[in-house]
């Protein structure tokens, strides 16, 4: 049914045939709607809007837009100062002091503080990965004056620049005060984009405006650092869930920039004089699935090292893209384009999968027919399709599989239950993550393996952690290559994920907008311009 759908959408688009347009694309308009850009994006609009809850790329999205950070990584992955416009460690390196630039002000008028700051780094830190091994060498963080702040170390941690600059957003002392498990139900920001409340309507479309009163840096726009200029008036971010009336939308002008077009309609997308594919990050997304190490069968190491020799990571890339320029198979935990990718314990991988191996270790894990529950996002193509190859795999060797189909929001949701099957719980989810990402096991949530503090799945490995603990110690990149060998033995015994394949995704957008920052993981809205 959907293949004679798509081919049918392709003919109608060759006949030139008029598609209908949601409603909701023609429900806003801007002062000027040649400086407006609509976008649709990944999955659903987000539920949740305060980036210290969720990883989902669509709520890392608007925190970029509304909210600054202290550091940012440029396009050469490394940090500079973004809201900090000096700062200086002392000689034995456990004292920083960072001192606040002109200009910062919050979307309500009042000023940024070094108070907000040193609130937003403590909230933060609760939660993710890196600030949580930050505070394990914090002695104190306070601050000096209105725009001065300290960080004081017990021991010296030569990486706390590239930590800061990792997903920490700098939100009111106010808001930043509300425990880290509370969400923040204000989007007020310093960013370069204000939220438009009286717009957002909740699962169909968000609006940012640009905010005129931002001061941006004056050095040139590198990566996500450097001076963030706004070209644009107005962002609107429309949720079409249907690809075939997204790359409507996208020809008939009513759209700007697709996310994830399906790699089927590229051939409709290449065809049209005014479109455009565009690669944006070139090391691409690491598909992987995540396995519930609390619950049956994944409780037991052997059952999920029979999901590991299981996977034929050209079956699963097949169904995300037919082009094979776009995918490639990776075995390192660490991914395939970062300098600690390594070969360690990665013989698992092997053409068509070891279905047979897969059904002998279940067998050794005492399995006895328990339901494997695997989240379906329907609302995403590439993990609702891919997750229905993983069900049928599991079929296919006598595993009791089950999807259970919903949109994102409700996948991330459910993601979060920690019980049994029968409570609500789960055994298996798809996602990716950008390739870069794995080559940081302190700031990637899913490369720690520390029990109930750990990404969703829960794994919890002591040997591993010991020596993740070490990362920000040594001192060559030799050394570390070392250390990632060493950790990578132990993951993939362990298997707190699978990897199902590498794509690099390019977006679709009108030729009309240009300049789109291309950085891993997130999707700038400064810097572009419509013409």
Partial sequence: MTISRRNLFKAGIAAGAALSIPSVLRAQTSPNADRTVRMVKAGSIPSVLDPVLTTSGNTSDHAYAIYDTLFALDSKFMPQPQMVGKWSASDDKKTYIFELRDGLGWHDGAPVTAADCV?????????????????????????KDDKTFTIALKEPLG?????????????????????????VAANIGS???KFNEALARPGASFTYDRNDKYVPRQEPSDGLAGGKIVKVDRVIWDNIGDPQTAIAALQAGEIDFYETPPADLFPTIEGDPNLELQVLYKYGQDFFLRINCLQKPFDNVKARQAVLHLVDQEAFLRVISQDPKYTNTVTSFFGSGNPVSNDENAGWLKQGGDPEKAKQLFKEAGYAGEKVVILQPTDWAD????????????????????????????????????????????????????DFARGDPITTSHLALNGEKAWYGWPQSDEYEALRAKWVDVETVDERKALARKMQRIGWNYVPEVLLGQYTAPIARRKTLTGLIGMPDVIPMWNMEKA
């Fill in 119 to 143: 609130a937003s780094i403590r909230r933060w830190a609760q939660i993710k990965p890196g600030g949580r091994f930050m505070m394990t060498r914090v002695q104190d963080i306070s601050k």
């Fill in 159 to 183: 990486l706390l620049p590239n930590v800061l600059a990792q997903f920490l957003y700098v939100m009111r002392e106010k808001d930043a005060d509300k425990p880290a498990t509370e969400a």
């Fill in 191 to 193: 960013g370069p984009f």
């Fill in 383 to 434: 993990g609702s399709n891919t997750s229905q190859i993983l069900a049928d795999a599991l079929r296919k060797i006598g595993v009791n599989s089950e999807l259970a189909p919903s949109d994102w929001n409700g996948l991330a949701a459910r993601r979060s239950n920690k019980g049994p099957i029968e409570d609500g719980g789960w055994s298996v989810f798809i996602t990716s993550d950008a």
